[in-house]
C-alpha cells in the first residue's frame, strides 16, 4: 500500500488535552501540522514533544476568538505551504456551573471560543478550499451536543451552535467537494475537567490519545467517502457530575 500523501493541517487548541493528541497522531501520520493555542509557554512544550517525530510542524500563537489573530495565521500558512488542507477547529474552553450561576463573562467567553472562534477559523480557510475543490474541515464538538449535562448550560449551547452552523455549512459546501465531519466525543481524561472530576471519573474516562487516533483514522477515508458524524463514548456512557 502507498504511503499516505502527506496533508496541510491546521489544528487549533493544541498545546493540551485532545488537541495534543491530534497534533502527535497527525504528525506521526506524515501530515505536515500548524498546531495553534493561545499560551507561548505550552507551545514550547509542544515543540519538544513534535520534534520527536519525523514530521514536519509548526506552531503559532493564535487567539481563535481574534479575527486578525485568524487572518494572520491562514496567512502564514498559506504562504509556506500554499494550501491548508485540513482543518480541525478543536479550540474550545468550559465552566462547570448551572444556568443560575454563570456570569455573562462565563457565557460570553465560551461561546467566544468554542462558536464564533470556529465561524473565525472556517472563514479563514473556505475560499482555498472551495477553490481546490477539496478539503476537510473537522469540528470537535461534544456529546453534550446530543444530551442534557446540568451544569453544563453555556457549553452545550456553544456546541449545539457550532453543529448546526457545520451542518448547514456541510451541505453548502456539496458542490464543492469540501468535506465537514463533526465529532461527538464523551468524556475525555483532559485538563478540561476539574481536578475532583478526573480524580473520581479519570479511570473510566477515555484517554486523549485513544480518541486522536479514531479521529485520524476518520480523517483519513479517500473520495468519495466522508465520515459526516463520529460519535466516541466511553463504555460506561455518561458521566454525572
Not at 59 to 72: G, N
Not at 169 to 177: A, H, K, N, Q, S
Request: contains cysteine.
Amino acid at each position: 500500500m502507498a504511503a499516505p500523501k502527506s496533508r496541510v493541517v491546521w489544528i487549533t487548541g493544541a498545546t493540551s488535552g485532545l488537541g495534543r493528541s491530534l497534533a502527535r497522531v497527525f504528525v506521526e501520520g506524515g501530515d505536515i501540522v500548524i498546531a495553534t493555542g493561545r499560551r507561548r509557554r505550552a507551545l514550547g512544550t509542544l515543540k519538544k514533544e513534535l520534534s520527536k517525530q519525523k514530521g514536519t510542524f509548526r506552531l503559532y500563537a493564535c487567539d481563535v476568538t481574534k479575527p486578525e489573530a485568524v487572518r494572520r495565521t491562514a496567512t502564514l500558512i498559506e504562504r509556506e505551504f500554499d494550501r491548508i488542507d485540513v482543518l480541525v477547529n478543536n479550540a474550545g474552553i468550559t465552566v462547570f456551573k448551572s444556568l443560575r450561576d454563570t456570569t455573562l463573562r462565563d457565557f460570553g467567553a465560551i461561546l467566544e471560543t468554542n462558536l464564533w472562534g470556529s465561524f473565525l477559523t472556517v472563514k479563514s480557510v473556505l475560499e482555498g478550499m472551495m477553490r481546490r475543490k477539496s478539503g476537510l474541515i473537522v469540528n470537535i464538538l461534544s456529546y453534550a451536543a446530543k444530551t442534557t449535562y446540568t451544569g453544563s448550560g453555556a457549553y452545550s449551547a456553544s456546541k449545539s451552535g457550532t453543529e448546526a452552523l457545520m451542518n448547514v455549512l456541510r451541505e453548502e459546501l456539496r458542490p464543492y467537494r469540501v468535506k465537514v465531519m463533526n465529532v461527538y466525543p464523551g468524556a475525555i481524561e483532559t485538563p478540561m475537567w476539574h481536578e475532583t472530576h478526573r480524580w473520581r471519573y479519570g479511570r473510566v474516562m477515555m484517554s486523549a490519545d485513544d480518541v486522536a487516533e479514531l479521529i485520524y483514522e476518520a480523517a483519513r477515508r479517500p473520495r468519495p467517502l466522508v465520515v459526516e458524524e463520529l460519535v466516541i463514548r466511553p463504555e460506561i456512557g455518561d458521566l454525572r457530575v
